[in-house]
């Protein structure tokens, strides 16, 4: 599914070798590349000039047998003897998987101009490829972003929105059934099966205007401790139901895309404590190859109803990390990422402009074919349907508290966003 604007090539050309260049031994700080005792890499070792502006996705058709990277400000071709520390990248690489020790593919976005990055594999000419794609890193570049109002917070309290403790059934009874009772025009649901208890319902909400061009597949609550991922895309969907027009990208959703939405996947662990697994003990985003859960299969059973029609598909979570500010996981391959890629970049500026964040890096795409993936959501529809899908994932802990009113805000802000950008991309047009 590669396309004209994704470039890629093998690196491995005289030119590219880094001759009298080696990797040493990562200290607890610094990795170092030094002109001397260059016998010990040969030609283990290749330089990639990088600029800022582009995703750089490193791969590997074998597992090497050592890797080390690091980036120098210059070209470490021209340092001499004992010169050129240079910063390691290890903390910012970042795998296609989230298992690095089975797959070595990694890519890495520039912090800025003139740099350059130098792999070490342990070994001679292996099997590497880079994969060029440009990005707007740095510039905002949408004229149509959606503000979510200020919010309330989701503690339960007389004055809150929601109350994070609610079980999978009180969503659907307090936000859900009454916005389709306000909207029975637009908003229907169906029954997809029970979760593999056997004891909860799973339903889906369709939001469907008279006259849709496209189709969007949503889902959230996959992991139910996450809970102000799956209310917060509750909240959005409720500012999309009530849609006055003011609202350009807004408007164009709520009158021209048709959203299949899977509010909360986890239901039994949603409620019984609000479980990051099933209540049998199961991770259902690594569950999709095997599909063992019934939650799983009823989620690819109601995608198989709309496959022929679905321009992509879009998984909703938290993270409770506070070492990346942005994660976000979709296949570079395909058109879509050229819009996401732009919706990240926009979140960022956004949050700079905040203050919350002033790192490029911290635009943490996972990107790839999503080799040996089968068993996360958004693989298994890419590997298997060839339907562009993404995860979102909101960091609630990085800027503010849990269940507060800034996490509901910044959830149905950001993920809002990335449903009206990828309805303006239009991927899909039903006929």
């Known amino acids: 599914m590669t396309n004209s604007l994704f470039n890629e090539k093998n690196i491995f050309t005289p030119e590219l070798y880094v001759k009298g260049i080696y990797v040493a031994a990562k200290t ?33 058709d074998s597992k090497p047998q050592a890797l080390r990277a690091a980036v120098c400000g210059k070209d470490p071709r021209e340092l001499k003897a004992g010169e050129g520390m240079c910063t390691p990248i290890n903390d910012r690489i970042h795998y296609f998987e989230d298992e690095p020790a089975d797959d070595y593919n990694f890519m890495y976005i520039p912090n800025k101009e003139g740099e350059f990055l130098v792999v070490y594999t342990g070994e001679g000419e292996p099997e590497l490829t880079v994969a060029v794609r440009p990005i707007l890193l740095g510039y905002d570049t949408d004229d149509l972003w959606w503000y979510a109002p200020e919010q309330k917070d989701i503690l339960g309290n007389e004055d809150s929105w929601a109350d994070w403790r609610w079980t999978s059934d009180e969503v659907f009874e307090h936000i859900y059934e009454p916005l389709r009772a306000k909207y029975p025009e637009y908003i229907t649901r169906r029954h997809i099966g029970k979760d593999q208890s056997g004891k909860y319902d799973m339903w889906a909400y369709i939001f469907e205007p008279k006259n849709y061009e496209q189709v969007l597949f949503l889902t959230s609550g996959i992991h139910s401790e996450e809970t102000d991922g799956y209310l917060g895309l509750a909240r959005f969907l409720t500012y999309l139901a009530e849609s006055d027009g003011s609202h350009a990208g807004l408007d164009y959703l709520r009158n021209k895309v048709k959203l299949v939405v899977v509010p909360l996947v986890n239901v039994g662990g949603a409620s019984n404590g609000h479980l990051r697994e099933t209540l049998g003990g199961v991770n259902l985003n690594r569950d999709f190859d095997d599909r063992s859960q019934a939650e799983t299969v009823n989620v690819l059973w109601l995608l198989n109803q709309y496959k ?27 058109e879509a990422a050229s819009c996401w890629l732009k919706t990240t970049n926009h979140i960022y500026e956004y949050l700079k402009c905040r203050g919350l964040t002033n790192e490029p890096t911290a635009l943490t795409h996972v990107v790839g074919k999503y080799r040996k993936a089968d068993r996360f959501l958004q693989g298994h529809i890419y590997n298997h349907y060839g339907i562009p899908a993404i995860i979102c994932e909101h960091h609630h802990f990085r800027w503010y508290e849990h269940h507060s009113a800034m996490s509901l805000q910044f959830a149905a802000d950001f993920y809002g966003n990335f449903i009206i950008q990828t309805a303006l991309a239009k991927l899909k047009i039903v006929k």
């Open 308 to 334: 022929d029609q679905v321009a992509a598909v879009m998984d909703f979570h938290t993270s409770k990390s506070k070492e990346l500010d942005l994660y976000y996981v979709f296949p570079i391959e395909h």
């Open 28 to 60: 607890d700080t610094d990795v170092f590349i030094k002109r001397e005792d260059a016998e010990q890499c040969s030609k283990s070792s290749a330089i990639i000039p990088l600029q800022r502006g582009n995703v750089y996705v490193i791969r590997f």
